[in-house]
């Protein structure tokens, strides 16, 4: 089983700014391989079975700083085993528009959503060995200010079409990961700078 996780802020006026950017990427992905999102308590998600593996997508109804709790609440839902793997996409002010990073673990570089998943994680059966993230640019090249300047901006047309772009390539690795090649996914996907 694989869990893709999108974090972002749930309130409308959130929904097409930089922060985000990872729940973005993750409809657009479903919107390609699965049925429409249902609502559960404290998120929403989705399921494909693309793979002949259940490929669940997942993003919260509240806000980013709650992330943990509703992956807490989607985990205890579906009862999930610990070989589980899930991919947290996700913003990251630190990196250029247009770059991406596929890792394993790693820790929050003070992410709120990150933050908040890993102090929820041990009410889950997954461990910090099951996560992989997908961290997307959304700094403007122009800024070297603070991410507060930023994250709430609108989204940049770089930053629609990294949506487009990464989900895309997420779409097509769909299957590579279900037989758990993450490391030939990172090879492919990582960018250290835009196109």
Same mark, same amino acid.
């Given at each position: 089983?694989?869990?893709?996780?999108?974090?972002?802020?749930?309130?409308?006026?959130?929904?097409?700014?930089?922060?985000?950017?990872?729940?973005?990427?993750?409809?657009?992905?479903?919107?390609?391989?699965?049925?429409?999102?249902?609502?559960?308590?404290?998120?929403?998600?989705?399921?494909?079975?693309?793979?002949?593996?259940?490929?669940?997508?997942?993003?919260?109804?509240?806000?980013?700083?709650?992330?943990?709790?509703?992956?807490?609440?989607?985990?205890?839902?579906?009862?999930?085993?610990?070989?589980?793997?899930?991919?947290?996409?996700?913003?990251?002010?630190?990196?250029?528009?247009?770059?991406?990073?596929?890792?394993?673990?790693?820790?929050?570089?003070?992410?709120?959503?990150?933050?908040?998943?890993?102090?929820?994680?041990?009410?889950? !059966?997954? @461990? +910090?060995?099951?996560?992989?993230?997908?961290?997307? #640019?959304?700094? $403007?090249?122009?800024? =070297?200010?603070?991410? /507060?300047?930023?994250?709430?901006?609108?989204?940049?047309?770089?930053? !629609?079409? @990294? +949506?487009?772009?990464?989900?895309?390539?997420?779409? #097509?690795?769909? $299957?590579?990961?279900? =037989?758990?090649?993450? /490391?030939?996914?990172?090879?492919?996907?990582?960018?250290?700078?835009?196109?």
């Amino acid at each position: 089983m694989i869990i893709l996780y999108g974090l972002g802020n749930n309130e409308d006026k959130y929904l097409n700014t930089k922060h985000n950017i990872g729940r973005r990427i993750l409809e657009e992905v479903a919107g390609k391989v699965a049925s429409s999102f249902g609502k559960n308590k404290t998120y929403y998600y989705t399921k494909s079975e693309l793979t002949g593996d259940s490929i669940y997508f997942l993003y919260s109804s509240g806000y980013m700083n709650e992330s943990g709790r509703a992956l807490v609440d989607f985990c205890r839902y579906t009862n999930i085993d610990p070989d589980t793997k899930l991919l947290i996409i996700h913003d990251d002010s630190d990196q250029i528009e247009g770059s991406i990073k596929l890792l394993p673990k790693g820790g929050s570089a003070g992410h709120h959503g990150i933050n908040s998943i890993y102090r929820e994680l041990l009410a889950t !059966q997954l @461990t +910090i060995d099951n996560i992989w993230r997908l961290k997307v #640019g959304i700094r $403007p090249p122009e800024n =070297t200010l603070k991410s /507060e300047t930023f994250v709430l901006k609108s989204l940049s047309k770089t930053d !629609q079409m @990294t +949506i487009q772009k990464t989900s895309d390539q997420l779409t #097509g690795a769909l $299957p590579i990961l279900a =037989t758990n090649q993450w /490391e030939e996914v990172q090879k492919t996907m990582n960018t250290k700078k835009p196109d």
